[in-house]
């Protein structure tokens, strides 16, 4: 538990030593969603960076809020993300906020491999293409969140692992190629 414990603090140090990071996580409750995660890159590269010493932000190349809602309309959707548009303008990063709960209606064409429905957010973050990458970070008024299904050892010790649950193989070595490029001491498990 202890242990646990200190990788989730050195977690919320490196990801909100990166500006955008903070300003997404102090500014995302205005949106008053349900459930919203910020996820992927954010999270794990900057932990990485903190790892090998690189500056906060560096090669993130954007910024994903996955959040959920039983409403599966695009016009939904494409409300909420205008109106984090308008709450992150300033920022000068790219900001992807999307409805988890609608990847099943367009993630075959995308990818070439049906998606059953997500449950919530979280189990959309338990379906990325490498348990490494599975964690984000939330905010409950004062309250830090942090879901890691898999553990935070992998994600501090840079090793990709395979997550088969739905990514096909290509976007897993896609990733594991393209993140090797600015993390070269990143290892990675086989398909």
Request: glycine content about 6%; overall charge negative; some cysteine.
């Amino acid at each position: 538990m202890k242990d646990s414990e200190s990788l989730n603090g050195r977690l919320l140090r490196a990801v909100l030593a990166d500006s955008v990071c903070r300003t997404i996580l102090d500014r995302m409750p205005e949106l008053a969603l349900p459930e919203w995660w910020l996820t992927a890159g954010a999270i794990f590269q900057n932990v990485w960076n903190d790892v090998e010493g690189h500056p906060a932000g560096y090669g993130v190349k954007d910024y994903d809020v996955f959040y959920f809602d039983t409403d599966l309309s695009w016009e939904a959707e494409d409300a909420v993300i205008r109106r984090a548009a308008e709450l992150f303008g300033g920022l000068g990063a790219k900001i992807e906020l999307r409805n988890e709960a609608r990847v099943h209606l367009w993630y075959e064409e995308k990818f070439g491999t049906p998606a059953s429905p997500f449950r919530s957010a979280t189990d959309a973050i338990d379906a990325f293409a490498a348990t490494t990458c599975s964690v984000g970070v939330t905010r409950d008024r004062d309250r830090w969140r942090i879901h890691a299904p898999f553990s935070l050892h992998d994600t501090f010790g840079m090793h990709m692992r395979p997550n088969r649950r739905l990514a096909p193989r290509h976007v897993y070595e896609t990733k594991v190629a393209q993140y090797r490029e600015r993390w070269p001491s990143l290892a990675a498990d086989p398909w």
